[in-house]
């Protein structure tokens, strides 16, 4: 009605964009309003005309899971070799939301000059601004039925972002063990299991620093090496730096000589878990029979570390340990961690010197042979 009413005015109002950028058609297609997607471009619509972020109508429609709409202009012809801002093309985006790879080809493989072996050319190994292929975000997604088909249509599993990592290290972080699995699976997965990267993290690092112990678990089975990052860290570290004990036992299951092994600033998992305040790491590795008298770099033993960073809980777990005698006469360099637990957790030095006091037998406190030793420790 509004183009009929005005139709000199038509051309112009088509191709109008919005603060973003948007034309209507852009907006028909994002909501998935394929009958005013026809209609718009039936009156003469720019189909590849791009908004803000640099993307066309098609790529819009994929980014909000508008199915109906991509179909609509793919077969009208909408150009396919289309990236955004990002250079991310339009498998990217189906992949991202979840949407049927399959399906996508079918509609391809509807036009003449398109083909299986195009689709693999064109979209599948192709990386965004990030280094991320397709089948990276498949793999952060969990999309397993995205991440299968890709594969089945060729798409390389060793590729690797501008970080260093593979789609592997992706599913590594966000806990994918069914992902995992089936990277692994492929053709390439003994290849890329112990890659790194720009850190030098394996994806067992990664998955151990992120607590998913059940990808700990997978990789672990495979046969994945327990090799040290770039900062001599090894996943246990990592793990304990993070809190995860149920990952720390898993892993001193498998690697029980990781328990007292060095970064390249000597420090134990130990002394990660004291600084950065994981008390039930803590717990778990005194329990393990961590060494308590491993002294950094720095000069510092692990209980040093952590009235250093005046974590009163973390103090306390080493303190109420039944290791406490061992704790507390473990020599920390030129250091005197009573003192210092004196000047930053007096409420922790409190509990160390009531836990410091020998008592006489004698019942009577005014009693010649009664006494009251309090050990002291430098």
């Not at 210092?340 to 020998?358: F, G, N, S, W, Y």
Request: aromatic letters at 4%; one cysteine or more.
């Amino acid at each position: 009605m509004m183009l009929d009413s005005q139709p000199k005015n038509a051309a112009s109002v088509l191709h109008m964009q919005d603060v973003q950028q948007m034309t209507p058609l852009h907006h028909g297609a994002m909501f998935d309003h394929v009958d005013i997607v026809q209609y718009l471009l039936d009156q003469g619509s720019n189909i590849d005309a791009r908004d803000k972020e640099g993307r066309s109508a098609v790529l819009l429609a994929a980014s909000r899971s508008a199915w109906r709409a991509v179909t609509a202009l793919i077969d009208r012809g909408c150009r396919l070799n289309e990236k955004d801002d990002q250079n991310r093309n339009i498998l990217h985006f189906v992949v991202m939301n979840g949407g049927d790879i399959d399906a996508l080809a079918v509609i391809l493989l509807r036009k003449e000059d398109f083909s299986d072996k195009k689709l693999c050319e064109c979209f599948l190994n192709e990386r965004d601004a990030t280094g991320c292929t397709p089948l990276h975000y498949a793999s952060r997604a969990g999309h397993l039925k995205s991440l299968e088909n890709l594969i089945r249509l060729g798409a390389q599993v060793n590729l690797k972002d501008k970080d260093d990592q593979s789609p592997l290290h992706f599913a590594a972080r966000y806990g994918r063990r069914n992902t995992c699995r089936r990277l692994l699976d492929s053709s390439s997965g003994q290849f890329i299991m112990n890659e790194t990267d720009g850190s030098g993290r394996t994806a067992l690092h990664i998955a151990a620093e992120g607590g998913h112990v059940k990808v700990v678990q997978l990789l672990m089975q495979r046969g994945a090496l327990v090799h040290t990052d770039h900062a001599g860290r090894s996943p246990l570290h990592l793990a304990a730096a993070s809190g995860y004990t149920w990952t720390i036992k898993q892993l001193l299951a498998v690697h029980a000589h990781l328990l007292d092994k060095v970064d390249k600033d000597g420090n134990t998992a130990l002394h990660l878990a004291a600084e950065n305040g994981q008390s039930r790491a803590v717990q778990h590795l005194l329990d393990r029979n961590a060494s308590v008298k491993v002294m950094n770099d720095q000069g510092q033993t692990a209980l040093g570390l952590a009235v250093e960073m005046q974590n009163a809980e973390t103090a306390s777990t080493f303190i109420n340990n039944c290791r406490w005698h061992e704790i507390m006469n473990a020599k920390c360099g030129n250091l005197c961690v009573m003192g210092r637990m004196i000047q930053h957790l007096p409420e922790v030095a409190a509990v160390v010197l009531d836990k410091c006091h020998t008592t006489a037998d004698a019942e009577d406190a005014k009693a010649e042979n009664f006494y009251v030793r309090i050990s002291t420790y430098y």
